[in-house]
């Protein structure tokens, strides 16, 4: 069983679109991340939400933590190219050192 | 301050070989994970270490798999008699303290052919 599971797992639109990704579990998390990940590489952090309704903006990307902090999702406007990749979230679960992932979502933008 | 090293980046290997797998944290770092992927894939736990001590083990398979964080030296997993369904890739990511940010190597492409 999947503790995070992310939709869509994968996502191709045109530039120029919106898109939302969401990450949803029935667990409790203290805090939940956004990590984008290029083939090849290792994930790279984009955010950290902490606070249950947290909202936190990078650039084009808007990141939101549920009130209850169980799940989250990334919002991006005027999708572009450069924008393709894995996303990943991951969570600590309350009490745990360690770190959790969802599965990725795929996203490709189309020129 | 160089990044987290992993090597190889890739490491090919026969059915019932050996292979080890090397992460060097970023300087200061003292804590170690090491996760799993497959094609297509999320992330998945293996273990967490800190210095010298395994805190969490839980997703590691019981047998073949073992990992270890000298007190000089790399952080290695190691992956005895290995089988075609070991290949993956392989990341560590290291941090300072427990609260701090997670930074990941590119990871070993393990390939058992």
């Known amino acids: 069983t999947q503790l995070l599971e992310q939709s869509p797992q994968f996502l191709s639109i045109q530039e120029g679109e919106n898109l939302t990704v969401y990450c949803n579990s029935s667990?409790?998390?203290?805090?939940l991340q956004w990590y984008r990940q290029e083939p090849g590489e290792g994930p790279v952090l984009l955010v950290t939400?902490?606070?249950?309704?947290e909202v936190k903006k990078l650039k084009r990307l808007t990141f939101q933590f549920g009130d209850a902090r169980k799940d989250s999702s990334l919002h991006i406007t005027a999708a572009q190219t450069g924008d393709t990749g894995l996303y990943l979230c991951a969570g600590a679960p309350q009490g745990a050192q360690k770190l959790v992932f969802g599965q990725g979502t795929r996203l490709t933008i189309n020129p | 301050n160089a990044g987290v090293m992993q090597n190889p980046r890739h490491l090919v290997r026969r059915r019932g070989q050996e292979a080890r797998l090397r992460c060097s944290p970023m300087k200061g770092h003292s804590h170690v994970y090491w996760y799993r992927q497959l094609p297509e894939e999320g992330l998945k736990f293996m273990v967490y270490l800190q210095k010298e001590n395994i805190i969490d083990e839980s997703g590691m398979p019981k047998e073949r798999f073992s990992a270890e964080f000298p007190k000089e030296g790399p952080s290695i997993l190691r992956i005895q008699q290995v089988v075609r369904g070991d290949s993956a890739a392989y990341f560590c990511?290291?941090?300072?303290?427990?609260?701090?940010?997670?930074?990941f190597g590119s990871g070993t492409q393990l390939s058992v052919l």
């Open positions: 667990s409790v998390f203290s805090s």
């Open positions: 990511a290291t941090r300072r303290g427990e609260a701090e940010k997670l930074f």
């Open positions: 939400v902490v606070t249950g309704g």
